[in-house]
């Protein structure tokens, strides 16, 4: 993130400026977080308990483990997933279109790098206290077997990063929220059902399988199942790893790009 420059090229992103909109979103989350609760904590609580243990006593085993821990990671990564796009849909929006908070802060010393790296820092920060707090239930589920698990929560705000960052970029752009609907509909649901999370990707057909290797939650989720389970993910863990990095950077540099383009409007 240090490296997005600003649209007027003056200089990279300042960390003052950074800490300033970051704080900015906390105190506005610290007003309405208790509408996430269920998104953020409860919901995934019960999908784990309804689909860990409920599904699970029908399933039995995956990859020689109970279907619950196998689960797990899959969920978590889900979490982090949804909750970046989640954040980074209606609130990038709102602060464009509705509330203008965007040209506001533009007319202050914060910049259009500011912008995008404390939006993002306010996510990791959103996904980390979700994800803490699921890591507790999972291990008094007994869900965590590997001394590698406290690795999930980096993993996450991977995930988090690699969707938020584009999503970032596409809320900046788009004139209606409608279009909401449709990246939710074909890009996140889609993204949740067969990225690995409730079952192997190895068992969709070959024809279908890249389709899920493109996405940033197959690789969050099979970076967690190693770390919860301890055992070898599908590919290299640099491998996985890059992936990651490449769609947050690469969402990173869309975004400003996005930014810089609605704030000259």
């Known amino acids: 993130m240090a490296a997005v420059g600003d649209a007027r090229g003056a200089r990279p992103v300042s960390p003052a400026s950074t800490l300033a909109v970051l704080e900015r979103a906390l105190t506005v989350y610290r007003r309405v977080w208790r509408g996430s609760v269920f998104s953020g904590f409860l919901f995934p609580v019960m999908f784990l308990v309804a689909f860990g243990i409920g599904v699970g006593g029908r399933v039995g085993q995956v990859g020689g483990v109970?279907?619950?821990a196998w689960i797990v990671p899959g969920v978590l990564a889900a979490t982090a997933f949804q909750t970046a796009v989640g954040e980074c849909a209606f609130p990038v929006f709102g602060d464009f279109r509705w509330t203008r908070a965007y040209h506001a802060m533009r007319a202050t010393p914060v910049r259009v790098g500011d912008m995008v790296a404390g939006w993002l820092l306010y996510i990791v920060v959103r996904v980390e206290i979700a994800t803490a707090a699921f890591l507790l239930v999972s291990a008094l589920f007994g869900a965590l077997r590997?001394?590698?698990?406290?690795?999930?929560?980096?993993v996450c705000a991977l995930v988090a990063l690699a969707a938020a960052a584009p999503m970032m970029g596409v809320a900046a752009?788009?004139?209606h929220d409608g279009w909401f609907a449709l990246v939710f509909r074909f890009v996140v649901i889609p993204s949740t059902l067969f990225g690995g999370v409730f079952f192997p990707v190895e068992r969709l057909p070959a024809v279908v399988r890249p389709l899920a290797w493109l996405s940033p939650l197959w690789h969050g989720a099979e970076l967690n199942r190693a770390?919860?389970?301890g055992g070898v993910p599908p590919w290299p863990v640099a491998a996985h790893l890059?992936?990651?990095?490449?769609?947050?950077?690469?969402?990173a540099v869309l975004a400003w790009r996005c930014f810089s383009r609605r704030l000259e409007d």
């Not at 590997?146 to 980096?154: E, H, K, N, R, Y």
Request: proline share 11%; charged share 10%.
């Open 66 to 68: 109970d279907y619950l």
């Open 146 to 154: 590997s001394p590698w698990a406290p690795l999930t929560p980096l």
């Open 173 to 175: 752009r788009v004139e």
């Open 227 to 229: 770390a919860t389970l």
């Open 242 to 251: 890059g992936v990651l990095v490449a769609f947050a950077a690469a969402g």
